[in-house]
């Protein structure tokens, strides 16, 4: 349960709390990064999580964290450019926690190379994880989702809350890493007309555009004189964290964010004005 205050003028205060309690998240490219913290921070609301990656070790590592802390985990290998694995995941994930009310679309790769040098297989490879991985991930959940709506399959809960996970990068076209863009500007497209198309059956789908985040994998490279530079362009001068953007999840997984579709929401620290 995530507990919060907001102030009314400077003489009251109201507090709410964000329940995931009774919930399932299923968070793809969970192994590590911004998957396994968003994994953490849905855990910690109450939600049972799906942790589904395909590096299977490091998904149990995060299953003991989360149980360790009192949370539910369970661990599904994924590989988002298999459709066969993708039904499969999400069907086991299914029988072993229950139906599926949230989506946390995460799974993405980049290429670091001018325009000029990239090769079809790069190519193929980023729009493959990106956009063609995130797109059959949120059908098949949103199959489902639509199929309890209608009720035509079981589940306590009809609707749902599909988060893809884009990037400032799909709103604003940067050097060297434009194939990355754009695969993530066509999943800003594809949250739109996924939320289009089915925010009658309840499911709410929204984009999250993170910005600039300081994780294992892009670490050292803030350490480094192109990554200083590359600080010194920020607004604020700072890269974020992981936990920079949970308050920015919670509140499109909440069950309190029901008018909230379609939108495409910018964490970036203001990088991108």
């Known amino acids: 349960m995530v507990t ?18 009774g919930r399932v998240a299923f968070v793809t490219g969970a192994s590590g990064g911004l998957g396994a913290q968003f994994a953490r921070t849905l855990a910690r609301a109450g939600a049972g999580v799906v942790l589904a990656a395909r590096r299977v070790e490091q998904l149990k590592a ?14 599904v290998r994924l590989d988002v450019n298999d459709h066969d694995s993708i039904k499969s995941a999400v069907a086991h994930a299914e029988t072993e926690m229950g139906t599926i009310d949230i989506l946390v679309n995460n799974s993405g790769v980049s290429t670091n190379q001018k325009l000029v040098d990239v090769m079809p ?4 490879h980023v729009f493959s994880t990106n956009t063609r991985g995130a797109f059959f991930v949120a059908q098949e959940v949103g199959k489902r989702m639509i199929a309890r709506s209608r009720g035509a399959a079981p589940g306590t809960f009809t609707g749902g809350r599909i988060v893809n996970i884009a990037s400032m990068a799909g709103l604003r076209v940067f050097s060297q890493i434009g194939v990355y863009a754009m695969s993530k500007a066509a999943v800003v497209h594809m ?52 936990a920079d953007l949970d308050a920015a999840l ?24």
């Open 4 to 21: 919060a205050a907001l102030s009314q003028h400077t003489t009251t205060t109201m507090a709410y709390q964000i329940d995931l309690s």
């Open 62 to 75: 995060l299953r003991a964290e989360i149980e360790s802390e009192g949370g539910d985990a369970h661990v």
């Open 121 to 124: 297989q790069d190519f193929d």
């Open 191 to 242: 949250t739109r007309a996924m939320a289009l198309e089915w925010g009658r059956f309840g499911i709410n789908v929204n984009a999250l555009c993170p910005g600039y985040i300081d994780t294992p994998l892009n670490h050292l490279h803030w350490q480094s004189e192109s990554g200083q530079r590359l600080v010194q362009m920020m607004p604020r001068k700072r890269v974020g964290k992981p």
């Open 250 to 273: 919670m509140l499109l997984c909440s069950n309190e964010s029901s008018f909230v579709n379609g939108a495409v929401l910018s964490a970036d620290d203001g990088f991108g004005l």
